[in-house]
């Protein structure tokens, strides 16, 4: 969605152009409000609301983040138990 945005905001714009449009967007303050309307609107439309969904995206954010916290980890054993088997340890 956001991408379908930025793109017809571009479409009209000649080559030379595009950048002046984009710098102000990398700026921390663009940033900055641009993801407390993030949350103004996840609050309006999941909190407000009760829904179901603010409990699954806590749920499942949260797997997905301790999957990716504990990834690094379980390839270092791995790839210790592959070596242990071709050099016959443990």
Same mark, same amino acid.
């Given at each position: 969605?956001?991408?379908? #945005? ?7 714009l000649?080559v030379?152009? =595009? @950048?002046?449009? =984009?710098? @102000?967007?990398l ?7 641009? +993801?407390?309307r993030w949350?103004?609107n996840?609050?309006? #439309?999941?909190?407000q609301t009760n829904?179901?969904?603010l @409990?699954y995206? =806590?749920? +499942?954010?949260?797997? !997905? +983040?301790?999957?990716?916290v504990a990834l @690094?980890?379980?390839?270092c ?6 070596? !242990?088997k ?5």
């Open positions: 969605m956001a991408m379908r #945005k930025f793109y017809s905001e571009i479409k009209g000649k030379k152009e =595009v @950048p002046n449009h =984009v710098k @102000p967007m700026s921390t303050n663009y940033s900055k409000n641009e +993801f407390q949350l103004d996840y609050h309006a #439309k999941y909190i829904s179901i969904d @409990p995206h =806590v749920c +499942f954010g949260g797997m !997905a +983040f301790s999957y990716m @690094p980890e379980e390839r054993h791995l790839k210790h138990q592959e070596h !242990a071709e050099h016959g340890g443990h």
